[in-house]
Structure formats: structure tokens, C-alpha cells
T-cell receptor, first 116, second 114 residues
Framework: GAVVSQHPSWVICKSGTSVKIECRSLDFQATTMFWYRQFPKQSLMLMATSNEGSKATYEQGVEKDKFLINHASLTLSTLTVTSAHPEDSSFYIC????????????FGQGTRLTVV | AQSVSQHNHHVILSEAASLELGCNYSYGGTVNLFWYVQYPGQHLQLLLKYFSGDPLVKGIKGFEAEFIKSKFSFNLRKPSVQWSDTAEYFCAVNARAAGNKLTFGGGTRVLVKP
């Protein structure tokens, strides 16, 4: 199957700083990428849908000014957690959908963010 | 809005036992249905999917799922589990009218005792 890579796999940052997480589709072009958040022992919650070349669509309750999403190319989307706080500590997962129209989404390995 | 419910949070069983994980969704329109697995320390992997056609879908590693439209269900089954099936399993639904957003169930942690 197609490969989606997230970087970094884990990051620890100080409260108040910003952290950028990258999501790359390695062997296909992704017109749409999705960002999820997974709390311990809970399911994935969709945060936003990122479309190449346009603004992201955020789910209800997700602060767009706090979670900045950029999808500047067909193989890269980034999520920046701005002014991070300990409650932002979580597992962030991206998925990417092929530009060919295949409806299956391929997932990255996730990024564990710890804010201290 | 669509929602997905997985009935069991935790399942513990012995090797060679049969496994069935329940999944129900609420959405009145046409849906695509998925089961994903997350092995310890690994990322989500697709087990199987249903878009249309035969409601009994066979996936990888001996898993299958049956879509019962009248019951809004998509239960996952495996006749004989192995220790390596220890993982968390997620049911997901994508309402075709809502684009390609996936809504996940709460997940079921399966522990297979050797």
C-alpha cells in the first residue's frame, strides 16, 4: 500500500512554544490530508481536513488559530501547534488520500507530543 | 452527522478462539465501511473495507466482516485468533455525501493469551 510518513515520531516541548509536525505522502500525490488527535485509551478524533492549495476545514471545537494547518503541495501537509500547553499533549495522526480518487486513506505512524 | 459505536472496549481470549467485534453506525445515507488495526507501537493499518457489492468482505490475516444494512452493522470476525492478533481494532465509517472524512468508533482492545 501507499506510504505516509510523519515527522517527528515524538517531540517534547516547553509550554508556550510552537511545534510543527509534518505529514508526507511518499509514493503518491494526496489532494486531501486529514489530521486526527488520539487521547490515551480513546479513539481518533478528526481535527481538520486539509486540501492542497486551500484553507483547511476544521471540525467543531478545534481552534484554527492554535492548530495551524498548511497543505502547500500534493505530498506535504503540516500541523503547527502554537503556544503549546500541557493539555495539548496527545498523539497526533495524519492520513492522506490519493489524488486518483481512491477513497481509502493511508495513515502516518503518528506523533506523540508532550508539553512540559 | 454520522457516529460509530463499538460495543466492546476490551476483549480477552485464548489462542484458537473465535473473535467477533461489533460495530454499529448511525447514518441514513450511503456509507463506506472500514476496519483498521493498530498493533502495539505501530500505526493504523487497513484490515478490510466495504464500498459496495457482496456484503461479506474478506480482509487480510484471515479477518472478514459482514455489512448488514438493515441493522446498520459491520461486525468483524476471525474464526481462530493467534497471539499476534493482539491489537486495538477500530471500525470507521465514511459517509459518501460528507466527502472522505472518516468517523471512528471508540476502538476495541483485543488481548490474545498464548
Amino acid at each position: 500500500g501507499a506510504v505516509v510518513s510523519q515527522h517527528p515520531s515524538w517531540v517534547i516541548c516547553k509550554s508556550g512554544t510552537s511545534v510543527k509536525i509534518e505529514c508526507r505522502s511518499l509514493d503518491f500525490q494526496a489532494t486531501t490530508m486529514f489530521w486526527y488527535r488520539q487521547f490515551p485509551k480513546q479513539s481518533l478524533m478528526l481535527m481538520a481536513t486539509s486540501n492542497e492549495g486551500s484553507k483547511a476545514t476544521y471540525e467543531q471545537g478545534v481552534e484554527k488559530d492554535k492548530f495551524l494547518i498548511n497543505h502547500a503541495s500534493l505530498t506535504l501537509s503540516t500541523l503547527t501547534v502554537t503556544s503549546a500547553h500541557p493539555e495539548d499533549s496527545s498523539f497526533y495522526i495524519c492520513s492522506a488520500q490519493s489524488a486518483s480518487g481512491e477513497t481509502e486513506a493511508f495513515f502516518g505512524q503518528g506523533t506523540r507530543l508532550t508539553v512540559v | 452527522a454520522q457516529s460509530v459505536s463499538q460495543h466492546n472496549h476490551h476483549v480477552i481470549l485464548s489462542e484458537a478462539a473465535s473473535l467477533e467485534l461489533g460495530c454499529n453506525y448511525s447514518y441514513g445515507g450511503t456509507v463506506n465501511l472500514f476496519w483498521y488495526v493498530q498493533y502495539p507501537g505501530q500505526h493504523l493499518q487497513l484490515l478490510l473495507k466495504y464500498f459496495s457489492g457482496d456484503p461479506l468482505v474478506k480482509g487480510i490475516k484471515g479477518f472478514e466482516a459482514e455489512f448488514i444494512k438493515s441493522k446498520f452493522s459491520f461486525n468483524l470476525r476471525k474464526p481462530s485468533v493467534q497471539w499476534s492478533d493482539t491489537a486495538e481494532y477500530f471500525c470507521a465509517v465514511n459517509a459518501r455525501a460528507a466527502g472522505n472524512k472518516l468517523t471512528f468508533g471508540g476502538g476495541t482492545r483485543v488481548l490474545v493469551k498464548p
